[in-house]
Nanobody, 130 residues
Framework: VELMESGGGSVQPGESLRLSCAAS?????????MAWFRETPGKEREGVVS????????YYHDSVKGRFIVSWDAAKNTVDLMMNSLKPEDTAAYYC???????????????????????WGQGTQVTVFT
C-alpha cells in the first residue's frame, strides 16, 4: 500500500486543520486498517485515530475525542482527519499508516501498536501556537 499525505500547517489554538491520506497500490476489495499516528521529540509514536475502510470500527484516542473526526472516502480511497479545537499539545508530526486486516479488528489495540502497520506516509507537521 502506498500512502500520500496532505494537509497540516500552523494555526492558533482553537482553529482547525484537515489532514488527508490517499491510499493506492492495493486490491480495493481488501479491508485496510488505516490510522493516524503522531510523534513529538522524546515521546513514543502515539495512535490518534483508526478506522476500517470496509467496516464500522473507529477508534479515537481519549485526548482527541469530541475534537477530531476521521472518515473514509471510498470514491477517493482517502482517509481524512478533521482536527477541530486544536490545542498546543496537538503539535506533532502526523503520520498516516495502513495494514490489510479483516474488518472489525481496527480498534484501539491496533492504534496503540504502530509495529502492526506495514505502510507509512511521509509525515506532515502540525503546529499549534502557544
Amino acid at each position: 500500500v502506498e500512502l500520500m499525505e496532505s494537509g497540516g500547517g500552523s494555526v492558533q489554538p482553537g482553529e482547525s486543520l484537515r489532514l488527508s491520506c490517499a491510499a493506492s497500490g492495493y486490491r480495493q476489495t481488501l479491508n485496510l486498517c488505516m490510522a493516524w499516528f503522531r510523534e513529538t521529540p522524546g515521546k513514543e509514536r502515539e495512535g490518534v485515530v483508526s478506522l476500517d475502510t470496509r467496516g464500522d470500527t473507529i477508534y479515537y484516542h481519549d485526548s482527541v475525542k469530541g475534537r477530531f473526526i476521521v472518515s473514509w472516502d471510498a470514491a477517493k480511497n482517502t482517509v481524512d482527519l478533521m482536527m477541530n479545537s486544536l490545542k498546543p499539545e496537538d503539535t506533532a508530526a502526523y503520520y498516516c499508516a495502513a495494514v490489510p486486516i479483516p474488518a472489525g479488528y481496527c480498534n484501539g489495540d491496533y492504534a496503540r501498536s504502530p509495529w502492526r502497520f506495514d505502510s507509512w506516509g511521509q509525515g506532515t507537521q502540525v503546529t499549534v501556537f502557544t
